[in-house]
Structures are given as C-alpha cells and as structure tokens.
C-alpha cells in the first residue's frame, strides 16, 4: 500500500531527508499535483514569485507558499528554474522549516 501524503511528508521531516523538487507548468498543474517538492514560478506586476510544496505534518502532508523572490523582504534567487536556490531557509511555523538548494528541499 502506497503511503499518504501526510505519511511521506512526516518521513521526510522526522528523518530530516531532503526532498528533490519537480516544477510545474502551470498553476493547475502545480495545484492538481502538489506534493512534497513540487514548485511554480508565476510573475504579478512584473514580480516573480515561487511556489513551494513543503512538508507538513498536517493532514494533507503539506503546506503551500508563495514566496518572492528578488524583491526587498523576499527571498534571493539564483535564477535556475530547473534546480532553484532561495535564501533564507523556508520556515512555514508549525509545517516545515528548511532550505531549497540546487532543486532539493532539506530540512534543517
């Protein structure tokens, strides 16, 4: 019996195991498959965005965030879409706390 999502993103957080990243070609796309590792980037008023499905020991096993990225207070960006870099950590409270580096979510 294949695990549920909340069963592979508790893994995942309690081995502190990282997760690599798979981006999505649209924002259905990235909701209709939103697991551990799935990101999107969107743009708004010329802005870039990421889309990032952490783990989360809540029910769905997930937690979602919309970062900016290269934009005063948001997170810093190396530009690769495929394998993406953002600094600082990711700390979604009470859902997940971790880097994104070179297209892998580890936890801290």
Same mark, same amino acid.
């Given at each position: 019996?294949? @695990?549920?999502?909340?069963?592979?993103?508790?893994? $995942?957080?309690?081995?502190? %195991?990282? $997760? /690599?990243?798979? @981006?999505?070609?649209?924002? /259905?796309?990235?909701?209709?498959?939103?697991?551990?590792?799935? #990101?999107?980037?969107?743009? +708004? /008023?010329? +802005?870039?965005?990421?889309?990032?499905? $952490?783990?989360? @020991?809540?029910?769905?096993? #997930?937690?979602? *965030?919309? %970062?900016? $990225?290269?934009?005063?207070?948001?997170? =810093?960006?190396? *530009?690769?879409?495929?394998?993406?870099?953002?600094?600082?950590? #990711?700390?979604?409270? /009470?859902?997940?706390?971790?880097? %994104?580096?070179? *297209?892998?979510?580890? =936890?801290?």
């Amino acid at each position: 019996m294949r @695990p549920t999502r909340a069963q592979e993103a508790e893994a $995942v957080s309690e081995s502190r %195991l990282s $997760v /690599d990243c798979f @981006p999505m070609a649209s924002e /259905d796309e990235f909701f209709a498959n939103r697991r551990p590792g799935a #990101i999107y980037f969107s743009e +708004k /008023d010329g +802005k870039l965005f990421v889309w990032v499905a $952490v783990p989360s @020991p809540c029910e769905t096993g #997930i937690a979602v *965030g919309r %970062l900016p $990225v290269n934009q005063p207070n948001g997170w =810093s960006f190396d *530009g690769n879409r495929e394998r993406p870099t953002l600094t600082p950590s #990711i700390h979604c409270v /009470d859902h997940w706390h971790g880097f %994104l580096r070179a *297209g892998r979510l580890e =936890s801290c």
